[in-house]
């Protein structure tokens, strides 16, 4: 199949580009897994102090899942290997450890919105819209846009999208804070936001993260652990035990 998830870095900025326009950037399987072993380099270079979500062409950011990719799976099927696979790769795009921006050029239809949704924030063009779609394919959103979007978007407009099939634009978007800021060049405004985070500390805004993601529900398990891990593994307790570990010999803890 078509399609496929580009990573580059320039400066800090690493941008995660969607390349599938002639089906308006839809994903297919190839795509999905692409993205999951972005997400993994991501987390592991340090270098990479902020993450742009992009995708190519000027008729959609994305419209959400190529239908040919789907449509013949049995029904057990689609629930456990599109629907959890997809919900999956984007939790994983949405837990990533640096701050996220969706640069939406264009239109957010579906798995497109969801995607969106898996960012830290979202900059949109005036002549975007979101929408879900999906009851017009006789589906339902799978990809958290009946959860995740539940926290982001007041749910008589999550119904009005889901159930109704309207088309929010970027006005009422912003209005209801779910995108940061509309602008005529969406590149260019989010790449000036996330230039801004190569002047603070790298460890603060992780760990700022971590405590939001927490606070709202986000993988709050992880989070949690995570956020304690990291104060007991600056500790001397811990040098002390990996210290007597290593030399066969009892532990003595400081308890700092």
Not at 56 to 68: P, S, T
Not at 79 to 101: C, E, M
Not at 191 to 213: G, Q
Request: hydrophobic residues 45%; charged residues 25%.
């Amino acid at each position: 199949m078509s399609g496929a998830v580009h990573l580059d870095t320039q400066g800090g900025i690493a941008t995660l580009r969607l390349d599938n326009p002639t089906k308006l950037n839809a994903f297919t399987p190839e795509m999905l897994a692409q993205l999951a072993a972005h997400c993994d380099t991501l987390d592991r270079d340090t270098a990479v102090r902020a993450v742009l979500l992009t995708s190519e062409g000027e008729r959609a950011f994305c419209a959400g899942a190529d239908i040919k990719a789907w449509a013949g799976y049995a029904p057990a099927e689609f629930a456990r290997i599109w629907v959890r696979d997809g919900h999956r790769i984007f939790d994983r795009l949405a837990r990533l450890s640096k701050p996220t921006i969706a640069v939406l050029q264009a239109h957010a239809f579906g798995g497109g919105l969801e995607l969106a949704s898996a960012c830290d924030i979202r900059v949109i063009a005036p002549a975007a819209t979101l929408a879900l779609p999906e009851s017009q394919v006789g589906i339902v959103p799978g990809w958290s846009g009946t959860q995740r979007i539940a926290r982001l978007l007041p749910e008589p407009m999550l119904k009005e999208m889901a159930l109704f099939g309207r088309r929010i634009s970027a006005e009422r978007a912003l209005a209801c804070g779910f995108v940061a800021e509309i602008a005529d060049d969406p590149a260019t405004t989010a790449r000036a936001i996330a230039e801004k985070l190569l002047t603070t500390s790298p460890r603060a805004t992780e760990v700022a993260k971590y405590m939001i993601h927490a606070g709202v529900g986000e993988d709050r398990d992880a989070m949690i652990e995570a956020l304690g891990s990291g104060m007991i593994a600056a500790s001397a307790d811990k040098a002390e035990g990996v210290d007597a570990f290593a030399h066969k010999r009892k532990p003595v803890f400081p308890g700092t």
